[in-house]
């Protein structure tokens, strides 16, 4: 389960209304997301603040009684209610300049402002990871589309490990990556082309299937809103935009953004053979 989706069902799980079968992969996720168990924990301490200072009154005894007794003369009733509403005004009156309602009313200011100030930076990250997933699912699709196909023996290869550096195994320089893109260059007379303004896009082609690997530029990038999954010793980040899944991981101060429309585990495995260890 992804972040968006853990939000989404946020307040059904507070409420303890979500479906019994959705309960415990929330529960996981919120264990494991460091983000969202946050919104969590804020959401329970609005709840709790709220329960601690709006306590349920109920008319007392006597009032009731009195209310009974006096239904038979409309003039006694109406001189009952007077008293009763001056009674009631006096105790608002103290109520409302007493120092718990001072302190309750600072507490829930102090909350709201420190809310709009937690869901703007989280909706801003949100909308971040998205739009950089978003990039990535894009660019993928152009570079497939164009299907040019290279022998791994030209020189193109190399040229584009030379790009992505050392970080990329021999897996790399082994495959017979599809390149594709908006630019083209000639590199020892060998027509390499790029994906996007920013990225190589280096597509492989497996079992029928395409892969695209590019490079995120954006080192603001927050990596850890997506949702992470550890292959051995090393993490991954997965993200998924109109149909395709996109993995993300870190190496050597570089960030990596493997898509395709296969499924979660085998883009996983995949990406772990490109890994440098």
């Known amino acids: 389960m992804v972040c968006v989706e853990a939000i989404k ?7 303890k209304e979500i479906d019994k079968s959705q309960y415990p992969i929330i ?33 007392p005894a006597y009032l009731h009684s ?7 003369s409309v003039d006694a009733e109406i001189s009952e209610n007077k008293d009763i509403q001056a009674i009631s005004e006096q105790k608002v009156t103290r109520a409302v300049f007493s120092p718990r309602f001072y ?24 909308n971040d990871f998205i739009s950089i997933v978003d990039n990535a699912v894009k660019n993928h699709v152009v ?14 290869v190399s040229n584009v490990n030379k790009y992505f550096g050392n970080n990329i195994n021999n897996t790399l320089r082994n495959s017979s990556p599809l390149l594709n893109a908006e630019q083209i260059r000639i590199v020892g007379g060998v027509p390499v082309k790029l994906c996007g303004t920013s990225s190589p896009c280096v597509v492989f082609d497996k079992g029928g299937n395409k892969l695209s690997l590019q490079i995120i530029r954006n080192s603001s990038f927050p990596i850890r809103n997506l949702e ?22 870190e190496e ?3 960030t990596y953004c493997l898509t395709s429309d296969i ?8 990406a772990a053979t490109l890994t440098s260890r």
């Open 143 to 156: 570079a497939v589309n164009d299907n040019l196909v290279f022998n791994e023996k030209t020189s193109v």
């Open 27 to 59: 529960k996981e996720h919120l264990d494991n997301c460091f983000e969202c168990r946050q919104r969590y924990e804020f959401e329970k301490g609005v709840r709790s603040l709220v329960k601690a200072f709006c306590l349920n009154t109920t008319a």
């Open 103 to 126: 302190a309750v009313a600072a507490s829930i200011l102090l909350l709201i402002a420190g809310g709009v100030f937690y869901y703007a930076n989280y909706y801003n990250y949100n």
């Open 252 to 254: 050597d101060g570089s």
């Open 263 to 270: 499924n979660k585990n085998e883009i996983l495995r995949f």
């Open 228 to 249: 992470r999954v550890k292959l051995g010793p090393k993490e991954f980040y997965i993200g998924n935009r109109r149909g395709f899944n996109s993995v993300v991981w």
């Open 9 to 15: 069902y946020l307040y059904e799980f507070l409420d």
């Open 66 to 72: 009195k209310i009974i007794e006096g239904l038979g």
